[in-house]
């Protein structure tokens, strides 16, 4: 089993910005993508961006391009979301989730899907105030 859990949300103004994070713990042997997705009140669940843990390679959702940066911290089983110049918009329960082993190419979108992710954590919300 493998325990995912986030913070660093809260609210903030318009134009400011967040570093969320979410630390893996347990079985953190094996860890092929982590992703961010969030969950606006009465929408689903949307795709964020996520990162392939071993290369650090990345892609994220085309409406979080260029504000958006996930990283990671090897050594502590953790990844980052940099949220800058927030927007309303984005007020919403952030997700990590964890996806343990390859589904094949990393960029062809399937780690886009809530469904392809093993393992979530319990959300942090970012509320933004216009």
């Known amino acids: 089993q493998v325990q995912l859990v986030e913070s660093g949300g809260g609210l903030v103004q318009a134009g400011g910005s967040l570093r969320l994070s979410c630390a893996a713990s347990?079985?953190?042997?094996?860890?092929?993508?982590m992703g961010w997705f969030r969950q606006a009140p009465g929408k689903e669940r949307t795709f964020v961006g996520t990162m392939a843990w071993r290369s650090g390679y990345t892609y994220y959702a085309d409406s979080v391009k260029g504000r958006f940066t996930i990283s990671k911290d090897t050594a502590q089983n953790t990844v980052y979301l940099q949220i800058n110049n927030l927007e309303p918009e984005d007020t919403a329960v952030y997700y990590c989730?964890?996806?343990?082993?390859?589904?094949?190419?990393?960029?062809?979108?399937?780690?886009?899907?809530?469904?392809?992710?093993?393992?979530w954590g319990q959300g942090t919300q970012v509320t933004v105030s216009s």
């Open positions: 347990g079985r953190t042997s094996s860890i092929y993508a």
């Open positions: 989730a964890l996806r343990s082993r390859s589904l094949g190419d990393f960029y062809r979108g399937t780690y886009a899907f809530t469904g392809t992710y093993d393992y």
